[in-house]
């Protein structure tokens, strides 16, 4: 079977403040009247290798800073490797952290139009689903509202709503999903959901699924890589590997 993606000894690093560990008062003053704050490196993703097959569904589970989403903006092309290489095959989707994405100074509707092109998809193409948007997100009498009126539990329906209607258009050969089952508390539309993004991760599409919601990493996923502190910690079976995880 055909290589969807691979990575060869990939690395990801930041530059991040550390004023609190200057090594001499002098150095802090410099500092601190320059502007300019000391840095140091932090490295992200540490000598990362795997490959995924078409058609392939990889689940991605790790604490919260253990690099999954960094190592998914780098498979979208998002972030480029400090070092390594990074092959892909066929058109990329990326969807990641319900709730990102909105302007709060806008109303949902002009957020539905935003989000939707954002997303590659044309004014008229979003007319098109702007129906079926608002129907699934059951936020049928909040159109004319700004988002910062909304509650967590309404931003998560409405990017969701709004992503999922417009993967139809996008076709993905790589889906990567990055934290997209959140709910805002809400099960129904948790389940429903759960339900409609099925028939993406099951219709063929090679799937990178990062989630700390452990049993959807079990149902969906054929595979699954253990990241700890940037580093492949585990990979193989997801029954044995999500054990391992729960057990350290």
Not at 75 to 81: H, K, M, Q, S
Request: aromatic share 8%; proline share 1%.
């Amino acid at each position: 079977m055909d290589t969807a993606i691979k990575l060869s000894n990939v690395s990801k690093k930041f530059k991040i403040g550390c004023h609190k560990e200057q090594k001499t008062a002098l150095a802090g003053i410099i500092s601190f009247f320059s502007g300019k704050e000391a840095k140091k490196d932090f490295l992200a993703l540490k000598n990362v290798s795997f490959s995924v097959r078409s058609g392939e569904n990889l689940g991605i589970v790790g604490r919260n800073g253990s690099g999954k989403s960094t190592l998914l903006r780098i498979l979208a092309g998002v972030y480029e490797p400090s070092s390594g290489e990074v092959t892909t095959k066929g058109n990329i989707v990326c969807l990641m952290g319900l709730g990102q994405g909105l302007s709060h100074k806008l109303t949902m509707r002009e957020n539905i139009y935003l989000m939707g092109s954002v997303l590659g998809l044309s004014q008229r193409d979003i007319k098109i689903k702007f129906a079926d948007i608002v129907d699934f997100s059951g936020l049928e009498k909040f159109l004319d509202t700004k988002i910062y009126q909304f509650s967590s539990g309404m931003v998560i329906r409405l990017n969701f709503s709004v992503m999922i209607h417009c993967l139809h258009y996008s076709k993905p050969d790589i889906l990567l999903l990055d934290e997209v089952f959140g709910s805002g508390g809400d099960i129904d539309f948790e389940e429903k959901a759960i339900k409609k993004m099925e028939e993406f991760i099951t219709g063929g599409a090679t799937v990178v699924l990062a989630s700390h919601d452990l049993d959807i990493i079990k149902k969906y996923c054929d595979r699954v890589i253990w990241l700890n502190e940037g580093e492949i910690f585990g990979a193989g079976n997801p029954q044995e590997i999500i054990f391992k995880y729960l057990s350290l």
